[in-house]
């Protein structure tokens, strides 16, 4: 079987310190927690920022630029950093576009507007279009995020227009409120309707974390873990570092004998330049 690429959710937008002590906000901790997931056998470090004084996700480039500095000047480490601004509280389409100023090799393209929770979470096809050339213009690659089958569809049309090129690489984000269920039939369905030649990996949110991966490992795609998805390691037990929930991955999947990919070879399985 292929090596499996890791990916670690350092930690978003939403979570607070209220809800686990261990979130990481500042660019310094950003940055450690990403460095050390690294070391533990992560590939790809997807990539939020937070204002330090409030706590709040934002897309502050001094933010991405300081975290994206540290990180690029200790590790190999495919960056992938996100332009989802925050969910429910929509920011203008170019805040977002920011982080592609830094010339990561990943950014995230969330790929259709969805309601999560009470807030909607607004990707119109505006904001897909204009993402989609950017990305093309500067030869980033789009990781599409997809938390339906409507994304994937639309992920679809537009390699059939030309705004993205072959291979796709897709992140199946499973267990939203709102979005499909983390679960078999979800993934399996998500990964055969997608376009030949893609390569794909799956978040379990929340209590689907571990079931997903492992799911994924076992079905040949690729994985994220990390506290932007999840914040507990067990029932009732929270996470105290990314590399705690990344190393349990790497212990599992040595177990059933697939490899881990470096972020060479994780390079080379997504086709990045
Ligand atoms: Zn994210």
Request: hydrophobic share 40%.
């Amino acid at each position: 079987m292929n090596k499996l690429i890791i990916t670690v959710g350092i930690t978003g937008s939403r979570i607070t310190r209220q809800q686990t002590p261990y979130i990481p906000i500042t660019p310094q901790e950003i940055a450690q927690s990403g460095i050390e997931a690294w070391r533990g056998g992560a590939s790809v470090l997807h990539i939020h920022v937070r204002d330090p004084k409030t706590g709040l996700g934002t897309q502050e480039l001094s933010l991405f630029k300081e975290v994206v500095d540290r990180i690029r000047s200790e590790t190999d480490a495919i960056l992938c950093l996100t332009t989802s601004g925050i969910p429910g509280r929509n920011l203008e389409f170019q805040e977002r576009l920011v982080p592609l100023c830094l010339n990561p090799e990943l950014v995230s393209f969330d790929a259709g507007t969805i309601n999560m929770r009470e807030n909607v979470f607004l990707n119109p096809p505006e904001f897909l279009e204009l993402l989609a050339k950017e990305t093309l213009a500067k030869g980033i690659k789009p990781e599409l995020e997809v938390f339906e089958v409507g994304m994937a569809q639309t992920c679809i049309r537009y390699l059939e227009k030309g705004l993205l090129k072959p291979p796709l690489h897709f992140q199946f984000v499973l267990g939203i409120v709102g979005g499909m269920p983390a679960t078999a039939k979800s993934l399996l369905y998500l990964s055969e309707i997608i376009p030949e030649g893609s390569t794909w990996s799956v978040i379990g949110i929340g209590p689907g974390q571990l079931s997903m991966t492992v799911m994924g490992m076992v079905m040949g795609g690729h994985v994220r873990v990390g506290l932007e998805d999840n914040i507990y390691y067990s029932k009732g037990v929270l996470a105290k570092t990314n590399a705690q929930l990344v190393e349990r991955v790497v212990r599992i999947v040595k177990e059933f004998g697939r490899d881990i990919a470096t972020p060479q070879e994780s390079r080379k399985i997504l086709n990045l330049k």
